[in-house]
C-alpha cells in the first residue's frame, strides 16, 4: 500500500470519530448549535496535517506483529489503532490551537489559525480543552475492557504535561517581544525540544502500538524511549537547521526562527562558539523584526561556520542511534526495525 493510501485510509476513519464524539454530545443533550460547532472545531484542526504520528501507531504495530502490510490487518485492529492514532492527532491540535493563541500565529497549515476565524476567537481557548477531552472520550468507549486501558490513560496524561513542561520552558525562555540571549542554552534547548516535541511526537505513538500489541515489559519501552527520545531532539535540531539554511522551495516554508527569537539549536551553537563582538551582533539583531537585522545574524552564523557544525552533529548522532538500535534487546518481542524505520525518515530529511 502506497504511503498516499495509507494516508487516505487513515482518514477514512476520521468522519466515524467525529459521528461518535457529536453522539456523545447530544447524549448530554447539547444544542444542535453547538454539536455544529463542535463538528466545525474537529474538522477544521485536526485532519490538516502531515498525519505522521498518527500513522506511525499503525505502522509500528504492523512490524511488532510481523504484518507486511495493512492488508494483514483485520478491520477491527486497524479501527482500534486508527483510533488511538486520531487520539494523537486531537492530542497534537489541542497544542496547536492553544500554541497559536500563545505566539498570536496568523496562520496554520496554509489557513488562519482557528482563534482568527471568524466569530471563534477566544472561544478558541475552550475549543482547545475540548480536543484534549475527546481523547479520552474516545479512550473510553473502545479500549475500557481492555487490560492496558490505564497504561493508555497513564501514557497520554504523561505525555501532556511533558510537552506542556516543554511548552511553559519555551515560553517563559524566548517570549517573542522580549529578547534576552542570556537565557539562552544548548542544555535549555535539549530541555525544551525532548519535552515539546519528542516524547509525544515519537515515543507516544510507539508506546501505544506497543501496549496493543502486548510488548509492553518496562524493559522494552525503555529501550525505545531511550532511543526515540535523542532521536526527536536531532528531528527537532534538523527543523531549526532547515529554518535558517534550508532553501524555501525544500522546506516549503520561508525561515522566521530568527525574526521570532526562537531558542534555535542554531543561535545556541553560535552564543557558545562567538566573540565578544559576534555576540554584541546578536543583541543587537536577533529577535527584530527586520530583514536587515535578520541578515546580520545569519552572516554570524555564517562566519562561525555553524552548518558544518550541524553536519558533524549531524553524522555522529545517526551513528550513535544505529549503535543503540543495533544494541536492541528482542527477546521479549520488541523489534529494532521500528527504530530504524524512524531513524530512516528523519536522517538527512530536507524538508
Avoid at 448549535?33 to 472545531?41: H, M, T
Avoid at 483510533?83 to 496554509?110: H, N, P
Avoid at 468507549?141 to 519555551?170: I, R, S, W
Wanted: glycine share 6%.
Amino acid at each position: 500500500m502506497s504511503k498516499e493510501d495509507k494516508r487516505n485510509k487513515f482518514l477514512s476513519v476520521f468522519p466515524q470519530l467525529v459521528d461518535e464524539l457529536k453522539s456523545i454530545l447530544a447524549g448530554y443533550g447539547m444544542t444542535q448549535d453547538a454539536l455544529q460547532w463542535y463538528e466545525n472545531s474537529l474538522n477544521y484542526n485536526t485532519p490538516g496535517g502531515k498525519l505522521n504520528r498518527g500513522l506511525s501507531v499503525v505502522d509500528t504495530y504492523a512490524i511488532l506483529k510481523g504484518k507486511s502490510s495493512y492488508e494483514e490487518l483485520s478491520e477491527e485492529e486497524y479501527f482500534k489503532l486508527a483510533m488511538l492514532g486520531w487520539c494523537i492527532e486531537l492530542l497534537q491540535a489541542y497544542f496547536l490551537v492553544a500554541d497559536d493563541m500563545m505566539d498570536k500565529s496568523i496562520t496554520r497549515r496554509g489557513q488562519p489559525c482557528w482563534y482568527r476565524v471568524p466569530e471563534v476567537g477566544e472561544v478558541a481557548i475552550n475549543d482547545a480543552f475540548m480536543l484534549e477531552g475527546a481523547i479520552y472520550c474516545l479512550l473510553k468507549n473502545h479500549f475500557k475492557k481492555e487490560a492496558y486501558y490505564v497504561d493508555l490513560l497513564e501514557l497520554f496524561h504523561d505525555v501532556t504535561f511533558q510537552t506542556e513542561l516543554g511548552q511553559m520552558l519555551d515560553l517563559i525562555t524566548a517570549p517573542e517581544d522580549r529578547v534576552d540571549l542570556d537565557k539562552f542554552s544548548l542544555e535549555r534547548h535539549s530541555f525544551i525540544v525532548r519535552f515539546k516535541t519528542a516524547y509525544y511526537s515519537f515515543y507516544l505513538p510507539v508506546a501505544l502500538a506497543m501496549y496493543v500489541a502486548g510488548v509492553s515489559d518496562e524493559q522494552d519501552l525503555k529501550q525505545a524511549q531511550d532511543v526515540l527520545i535523542p532521536l526527536g531532539e536531532y528531528f527537532q535540531i534538523q527543523d531549526d537547521f532547515l529554518d535558517c539554511f534550508g532553501k524555501p522551495e525544500d522546506i516549503g516554508k520561508i525561515g522566521t526562527d530568527i525574526q521570532d527569537n526562537k531558542c534555535s539549536w542554531v543561535v545556541n551553537t553560535a552564543l557558545k562558539l562567538c566573540s565578544a563582538e559576534q555576540r554584541k551582533v546578536l543583541d543587537a539583531n536577533y529577535g527584530r523584526k527586520n530583514s536587515e537585522s535578520e541578515a546580520k545574524c545569519k552572516q554570524v552564523f555564517d562566519d562561525l561556520k555553524i552548518d558544518s557544525i550541524y553536519h558533524d552533529y549531524e553524522e555522529k548522532t545517526a551513528q550513535n542511534l544505529r549503535n543503540m538500535i543495533q544494541n536492541t534487546d528482542e527477546t521479549r518481542g520488541f523489534k529494532s526495525q521500528v527504530l530504524t524505520v524512524f531513524l530512516e525518515k528523519v536522517y538527512k530529511r530536507k524538508k
